[in-house]
């Protein structure tokens, strides 16, 4: 599977339960094995491991957010920038006052334990701990999965939000609406493989996408093998 992802783009990856997005993300960030060429600002990163890549800022909120919810909101961001302190980095005042902007909850809710927050503030804080981290790209896996609506909505205008603010996103969504809605470019996958491609807003009328959801094996155009750019290309194209 062959993707590019441009700076400052939000690109989108749909596709029906099974068809690779997680393992997707989770071999672009170094906790699955991967093959062929993932480069990333210029440097490769297959064969590095993941401490390589947060350091050079790539980060990823799992589908699970993983988050230690026997420690507080505010210990669970200060986490999010660990590396960036074993680096020497010891001012994280602008760090935790963005996330504040972003989201709100996350201060009045501080000193509050993880573990008590709802699905909603949960996932701002998963957001939130990996913004510490300052990446320039962050990849998101079904940030919306089990949220209510009015909740989608928000977490879907906070994405668009650090897109404005110079922060590529790689957005893994089963919900194709919420998707297309807010990314720059898509790839619709089935079974590992980009089956078709192109701008978000053209996807979102394609009827083929309706393919992908069915879990089609009947779509055609599979990309070349095993090439992922995260590179800073004045367009955003699958090679």
């Known amino acids: 599977m062959s993707l590019r992802v441009a700076a400052g783009a ?6 029906a339960n099974g068809a690779g997005k997680t393992t997707t993300l989770s071999a672009l960030m170094g906790l699955l094995p991967a093959t062929g060429s993932v480069r990333f600002r210029g440097r490769e990163m297959v064969g590095r491991d993941v401490v390589t890549r947060v350091t050079n ?9 993983d988050l230690f919810v026997q420690m507080s909101v505010e210990e669970n ?8 302190y074993m680096n020497g980095d010891r001012d994280f005042t602008e760090d935790f006052a963005r996330v504040h902007a972003l989201f709100p909850r996350l201060k009045e809710r501080s000193r509050q334990l993880a573990g008590t927050l709802s699905g909603g503030e949960r996932q701002m804080l998963a957001i939130g701990r990996a913004l510490m981290a300052r990446p320039l790209l ?9 949220l209510a609506p009015l909740v989608v909505g928000e977490i879907i205008s906070v994405i668009a939000k650090l897109r404005d603010d110079g922060v590529s996103v790689l957005l893994v969504e089963q919900n ?18 980009v ?3 192109g701008p978000a807003a053209q996807l979102a ?10 879990g089609s094996s009947e779509t055609s155009g599979h990309s070349d093998h095993g090439k992922v750019d995260f590179e800073q290309p004045k367009g955003i194209r699958a090679r």
Request: net charge neutral; proline share 5%.
């Open 10 to 15: 939000i690109v989108a990856i749909v596709g």
């Open 57 to 65: 800022r790539l980060a990823m909120v799992p589908e699970t957010r």
């Open 77 to 84: 961001l200060r986490l999010g920038a660990f590396q960036r």
């Open 138 to 146: 962050l990849m998101l896996d079904e940030p919306s999965l089990g």
């Open 176 to 193: 194709a609406k919420a998707a297309l809605g807010v990314a720059d470019y898509a790839y619709a996958i089935e079974a590992g493989r």
């Open 195 to 197: 089956a078709f491609h």
């Open 205 to 214: 009328i394609d009827p083929r996408i309706v393919e992908v959801y069915l």
